[in-house]
């Protein structure tokens, strides 16, 4: 199990602010016999009949290492896996890279 990110709570109480379900804490997903986890697996469901259900999962970062382009380079390389990964196993749930402002 991967360690929280420090804005992890931050970012769960802003998106049950806005009205998103947690369903997973952190997403697991199994590919090629590797394990990866996403920090967050969300969904909400719409009131708009033409929207359906809405499924997100966020990867959260800090960038709080002495390089922040490490940490971006980091942050993209894990984004695109799990991006690539989702598509194929989960091709609703779209993708959301939380990072502090």
Same mark, same amino acid.
């Given at each position: 199990?991967?360690?929280?990110?420090?804005?992890?709570?931050?970012?769960?109480? =802003? &998106?049950?602010?806005?009205?998103?379900?947690?369903?997973?804490?952190? &997403?697991?997903?199994?590919?090629?016999?590797?394990?990866?986890?996403?920090?967050?697996?969300?969904?909400? #469901?719409? !009131?708009?009949? @033409?929207?359906?259900?809405?499924? !997100?999962?966020? @990867?959260?970062?800090?960038? &709080?290492?002495?390089?922040?382009?490490?940490?971006? /380079?980091?942050?993209?390389?894990?984004?695109?896996?799990?991006?690539? #990964? &989702?598509? @194929?196993? /989960?091709?609703?749930? /779209?993708?959301?890279? =939380?990072?502090?402002?």
């Amino acid at each position: 199990m991967p360690a929280r990110d420090i804005y992890h709570a931050a970012v769960i109480k =802003a &998106l049950t602010a806005d009205g998103w379900t947690i369903t997973n804490d952190p &997403l697991y997903l199994a590919y090629g016999g590797r394990e990866l986890y996403v920090d967050i697996g969300a969904e909400i #469901v719409t !009131i708009a009949a @033409e929207r359906g259900n809405e499924k !997100i999962a966020v @990867e959260i970062k800090s960038f &709080l290492s002495p390089s922040p382009v490490s940490d971006l /380079q980091e942050a993209v390389g894990q984004y695109e896996i799990y991006r690539s #990964v &989702l598509k @194929e196993l /989960q091709p609703k749930r /779209q993708l959301y890279l =939380a990072v502090p402002k």
